[in-house]
C-alpha cells in the first residue's frame, strides 16, 4: 500500500528538511538503489526525488518503511542522537582503524582521528615522570569541538587536566584531587583512567602512603589495574595495613614496558635477589622510564635507611 505522501509531512527533524534529503540520498547510494526500487511499495519515486533534493519532508508514516529497505536505524535519517562532529568518511574510518592498531600518527585527515591521537599525546605528555609539557595539547584538546561532543571527550579531558598538575604541583593534595576527579569519571577511557591511578599510586608510594595509595584503588574500583599498579601495591606488602583484605582489581591484559619492567623486578626479587638489585635491574632494561628510575631509587633508600611509613 502506497503513502499518501501529499496528506501531511513529519514535523521537521531538528536541521531541516535538506539535511534529510542529503542523509536519504547517501544511504540509498550506499545501498546501490535507485529511487524506484527505494520507493516500490512505499511511495512514488517523485516523492523521493523531492524528499532527497530537500523540497519537503516525508510523512512520519514513511520513515520506518525507509529506513527498514535502507536497513539502518530510523534516527539516521531523522537526524535525532546524530552528532555531525562524530560522523567519518571511509578514509577517516581507516584513519581510525590504523591508529587502533598501532600505526604512527602521521598525516590524519579525520577529525576524530587527529583528536584521539592528541589525547595520547596528552596521556603520555601529563604522566608526571615525563619530561613533556602536556598543557598545550589538553587545552587543544578542550578547544576542539571534538572535546565537548561526548561525556567521554569530555571527562578526558578532566582527567588529563587532574593528572597534568600532579606533575605541576607535586604532593598529596594534587594526587588526592586526581583521586577525586577519578572516582567521578567513569565515562572516561578505561585505559586512561587506568594511567591516570598508577600515576596516583605512584605518587602515594613515593610519598611514603602505601595505606592511602591501596585505599585510593579501593575506592576508585576501576575494572582493571596495572601491574605496575599491583606491584607498587604489593613490591612493600608488611608496610601495608594488615587489617585491609579487600582484593585488588583484576588486572588488565595489556602490559606496557613498564608493567614487563617491573615484573621483572617482582621475578629477581622472588629469585633471591636483593630489593634494590631488583629494581635496578628493572631501571636498567628500560632507561627511559623516569618512573621506574625513580622507584628504583626510592627502593634503594628505604632499604638502606628503612622507615616506618605511614598512610
Excluded at 527498514?68 to 571511509?90: M, W, Y
Excluded at 578526558?156 to 593528572?163: G, K, P, R, S
Excluded at 583484605?245 to 621483572?264: E, I, M, Q, Y
Amino acid at each position: 500500500m502506497l503513502i499518501d505522501v501529499t496528506s501531511g509531512s513529519m514535523s521537521a527533524p531538528r536541521d531541516g528538511a535538506a539535511a534529510l534529503g542529503r542523509r536519504l540520498r547517501h544511504a540509498r547510494l550506499d545501498r546501490g538503489l535507485s529511487q524506484s526500487a527505494l520507493a516500490a511499495g512505499i511511495c512514488s519515486a517523485s516523492a523521493i526525488s523531492r524528499w532527497e533534493s530537500g523540497h519537503s519532508l516525508p510523512p512520519a508514516e514513511a520513515l520506518l518503511p525507509l529506513a527498514r529497505r535502507l536497513d539502518i536505524d530510523v534516527h539516521l535519517l531523522t537526524g535525532e542522537g546524530f552528532d555531525s562532529r562524530l560522523a567519518e568518511s571511509t578514509s577517516g574510518f581507516a584513519d581510525l582503524l590504523g591508529l587502533a592498531l598501532g600505526d604512527s600518527p602521521g598525516s590524519i585527515t579525520s577529525p576524530m582521528a587527529s583528536w584521539i591521537a592528541r589525547a595520547q599525546g596528552a596521556l603520555r605528555c601529563a604522566d608526571p615522570w615525563s619530561p613533556g609539557d602536556p598543557r598545550a595539547l589538553i587545552e587543544d584538546l578542550s578547544l576542539d569541538p571534538l572535546g565537548s561532543s561526548t561525556p567521554a571527550a569530555l571527562e578526558t579531558i578532566e582527567v588529563l587536566d587532574a593528572l597534568a598538575r600532579v606533575g605541576e604541583e607535586p604532593g598529596a593534595g594534587s594526587v588526592n584531587r586526581l583521586v577525586d576527579v577519578l572516582t567521578l569519571t567513569l565515562e572516561a577511557p578505561d585505559h586512561v583512567r587506568r594511567a591516570a591511578l598508577e600515576a596516583a599510586v605512584a605518587s602515594l608510594v613515593f610519598l611514603h602512603m602505601p595505606v592511602a595509595a591501596r585505599g585510593a584503588v579501593i575506592r576508585i574500583s576501576p575494572p582493571r589495574i596495572s601491574e605496575t599498579t599491583r606491584v607498587l601495591l604489593t613490591w612493600d606488602t608488611p608496610r601495608c595495613d594488615p587489617q585491609d583484605s579487600t582484593p585488588l582489581p583484576p588486572l588488565s591484559g595489556a602490559r606496557t614496558a613498564r608493567d614487563v619492567a617491573f615484573v621483572l623486578a617482582e621475578r629477581y626479587y622472588a629469585e633471591g635477589a636483593p630489593k634494590a638489585q631488583a629494581a635496578a635491574a628493572a631501571a636498567a632494561c628500560l632507561p627511559e622510564d623516569a618512573l621506574v628510575a625513580r622507584w628504583a631509587e626510592w627502593v634503594k633508600r628505604n632499604e638502606r635507611y628503612p622507615t616506618l611509613f605511614q598512610g
